[in-house]
């Protein structure tokens, strides 16, 4: 079993930048790909991105490539999702999420954090 807790969302105008982060509960993180999605008003929940649970092996989506880094640190039980030139159309709940592979479906979800950005 793992919990997830995001953070790190918030209100950011257009071409700034927020950091996400997730902290995972648990033994076992390290056995776990990891992956952030995104559900905006409206829309069906995205996969944004995903990591491997070495972090060997990432996935960054098409309307975020270039822009969006998702990263881990194991020691600390910590996902990360460096989001920069931040577009309003990235304006949704960030959701963090566990699963045995990197390509989803995930098993464990968190809570959502909210993201705005701001023309």
């Known amino acids: 079993q793992v919990q997830l807790v995001e953070s790190g969302g918030g209100l950011v105008q257009a071409g700034g930048s927020l950091r996400l982060s997730c902290a995972a509960s648990?033994?076992?993180?390290?056995?776990?790909?990891m992956g952030w999605f995104r559900q905006a008003p409206g829309k069906e929940r995205k996969f944004v991105a995903g990591?491997?649970?070495?972090?060997?092996?990432?996935y960054v989506g098409d309307s975020v490539k270039g822009r969006f880094t998702i990263s881990r640190d194991n020691a600390k039980n910590t996902v990360y999702l460096q989001m920069n030139s931040l577009k309003p159309e990235d304006t949704a709940v960030y959701y963090c999420?566990?699963?045995?592979?990197?390509?989803?479906?995930?098993?464990?979800w968190g809570q959502g954090t909210q993201v705005t950005v701001s023309s």
């Open positions: 999420a566990a699963g045995r592979n990197l390509v989803p479906p995930y098993d464990y």
């Open positions: 648990g033994r076992t993180f390290s056995r776990y790909a």
């Open positions: 990591i491997s649970w070495s972090g060997g092996n990432t």
